[in-house]
């Protein structure tokens, strides 16, 4: 057997699963049956799990994982501090929606197996997970985690989770909820399009209380280089966006792009569809985290910040805005100062 030894998650969260699994009398030597993982690889927090190990792991506890509320009660046990650098880069962010970009930047440094992609429905970010490899049975354990875990994190960080609008599951309602209900309350709904957290973007605003430019500045930095570390094949989607944020307002075609990428168009139009993403969606959501980001971060005008992003007509930057979140971004801007 061919042997892929690309990270897929960090060993905390294995870590993580086997306090778990003590707790509800599973056995562990048989979590971690002929995976090559000991005492000392637990310890050391930089250590990460591979696909080869991943795939043994999940054949071992396939008994465990598939227990209705395996997944809930593993989301449970994730709070921020869980997430090692990642956690530490949400923490020094200035406000929460700022921490909440950090850590869909950065996911990619503590697991591989999902995405967190962002959705704007009238005043509300809609944080959306990803499965990015197929689990089968496990799926849902995975969807549960993640979902779980981001509702704690919500709860015992922002202390919003009253706040929060609606959680989306898009497996089918399961006979007994009663754990569902008991975490989530009764904004949970089932057979949904997609997994996410609908979350009202005013507490999201707010400053943070842990907020340090300092340290999100030297945090963001070592994420930067990690990423780069981890990643020698980075993603063409971030890539794109690195070049298209020099200059948004003449934003390369998708063929002039292509050329100073060195790929054909075709390629560049396929690699990008792997990834889940076309060449427009990338500019667009480039264009939506900066207008964010320089909204809540500078002073600038709202006029200098549509240019910035590349409206040469402040009121397409407007009505685009609007498009994104739901609100002007003056509107934006003053509720994110309050």
Not at 14 to 30: K, Y
Not at 115 to 141: A, P, Q, T, W, Y
Not at 246 to 274: C, V
Request: proline share 2%; glycine share 6%.
């Amino acid at each position: 057997m061919i042997k892929d030894e690309r990270p897929a998650l960090s060993g905390e969260y294995l870590n993580i699963f086997l306090r778990l699994a003590n707790e509800q009398g599973w056995d562990r030597t048989i979590v971690l049956h002929d995976t090559g993982i000991d005492e000392h690889f637990l310890q050391n927090h930089k250590n990460y799990v591979s696909f080869t190990q991943l795939e043994k792991i999940i054949s071992n506890s396939h008994h465990y994982m598939t227990q209705p509320a395996a997944g809930l009660y593993m989301g449970q046990k994730l709070e921020l501090s869980s997430h090692g650098i990642l956690g530490m880069a949400a923490m020094g962010a200035s406000t929460y929606l700022e921490a909440a970009i950090l850590f869909r930047r950065f996911l990619k440094l503590r697991t591989q197996l999902v995405k967190i992609s962002f959705g704007f429905e009238r005043f509300c970010l809609v944080m959306k997970f990803e499965l990015l490899h197929d689990f089968g049975e496990v799926n849902r354990f995975v969807i549960d985690s993640c979902l779980s875990g981001a509702f704690n994190v919500l709860k015992g960080y922002l202390g919003i989770a009253s706040d929060i609008e609606e959680v989306r599951i898009s497996y089918s309602q399961p006979s007994d909820i009663d754990i569902h209900r008991k975490i989530f309350g009764d904004i949970v709904r089932f057979a949904a399009q997609d997994n996410a957290i609908k979350v009202p973007l005013k507490p999201l605003l707010l400053a943070t209380f842990s907020g340090s430019k300092p340290l999100q500045s030297i945090v963001t930095k070592e994420c930067e280089n990690l990423l780069s570390e981890q990643d020698e094949e980075i993603s063409l989607a971030r890539k794109i966006s690195a070049l298209l944020r020099q200059d948004l307002l003449n934003a390369p075609s998708q063929e002039k792009m292509a050329e100073l990428l060195l790929l054909s168009t075709r390629t560049l139009r396929r690699r990008l569809q792997d990834e889940g993403t076309t060449y427009h969606e990338v500019i667009d959501v480039t264009k939506q985290e900066l207008a964010i980001d320089l909204l809540c971060s500078t002073t600038l005008s709202i006029e200098e910040i549509a240019r910035s992003v590349g409206y040469t007509e402040t009121t397409n930057f407007n009505r685009a805005f609007k498009r994104w979140t739901g609100q002007s971004p003056s509107y934006f801007r003053t509720q994110s100062a309050l």
